[in-house]
T-cell receptor, first 112, second 113 residues
Framework: DQQVKQNSPSLSVQEGRISILNCDYTNSMFDYFLWYKKYPAEGPTFLISISSIKDKNEDGRFTVFLNKSAKHLSLHIVPSQPGDSAVYFCAYSGGGADGLTFGKGTHLIIQP | NAGVTQTPKFQVLKTGQSMTLQCAQDMNHNSMYWYRQDPGMGLRLIYYSASEGTTDKGEVPNGYNVSRLNKREFSLRLESAAPSQTSVYFC????????????FGDGTRLSIL
């Protein structure tokens, strides 16, 4: 079974700087990874995704990088803004019918 | 746009009581899901419905049942609530299963005493 691991429970970044959130996975298969953002008392919101046939995907201030040899992906937010303060989840989709596999999340705090 | 609507938002139950969590989506999505999130954990899949008329177990189905009432609605039932089922429950939907982003409701916070 695929596992996704987010090893940093929290990350503090100064406003305007780059935020880098990391995620590791265990199995090398045809993969599709997604990043979700979650505010307190709300459901997760889809941010950006990447297929294993790509190395990079960009959407505005958000870029996701996939390093298949290292089984690692990262989400870059540039520049970081106060509204980016939230919990970020890395998730894996195996392409089947059985939903997403989530990491434990990283709490990003943007300092003024 | 309501998206995915979950009711209730909060509920407190006593051990052994039963309850149904409701979920409805207005995006004409075919697939729907129920997850639970415990403190310090990611979301874990309880049950899913790939399309109307089908349901399947996810990672943590024990103690739960589901009903896909129609294309819009997917309910989760706790027949005999246990303290271990204290959690935040999220419903989600997607156009289809597979490599599709899922859209989530705002959750139901359930406490079992």
């Amino acid at each position: 079974d695929q596992q996704v691991k987010q090893n940093s429970p929290s990350l503090s970044v100064q406003e305007g700087r780059i935020s880098i959130l990391n995620c590791d996975y265990t199995n090398s298969m045809f993969d599709y990874f997604l990043w979700y953002k979650k505010y307190p008392a709300e459901g997760p919101t889809f941010l950006i995704s990447i297929s294993s046939i790509k190395d990079k995907n960009e959407d505005g201030r958000f870029t996701v990088f996939l390093n298949k040899s290292a089984k690692h992906l990262s989400l870059h937010i540039v520049p970081s803004q106060p509204g980016d303060s939230a919990v970020y989840f890395c998730a894996y989709s195996g392409g089947g019918a059985d939903g997403l596999t989530f990491g434990k999340g990283t709490h990003l705090i943007i300092q003024p | 746009n309501a998206g995915v609507t979950q009711t209730p938002k909060f509920q407190v139950l006593k051990t052994g009581q039963s309850m149904t969590l409701q979920c409805a989506q207005d995006m004409n999505h075919n697939s729907m899901y129920w997850y639970r999130q415990d403190p310090g954990m990611g979301l874990r899949l309880i049950y899913y419905s790939a399309s109307e008329g089908t349901t399947d177990k996810g990672e943590v189905p024990n103690g739960y049942n589901v009903s896909r009432l129609n294309k819009r609605e997917f309910s989760l039932r706790l027949e005999s609530a246990a303290p271990s089922q204290t959690s935040v429950y999220f419903c989600a939907s997607s156009v289809w299963t597979g490599h599709q982003p899922q859209h989530f409701g705002d959750g139901t916070r359930l406490s079992i005493l």
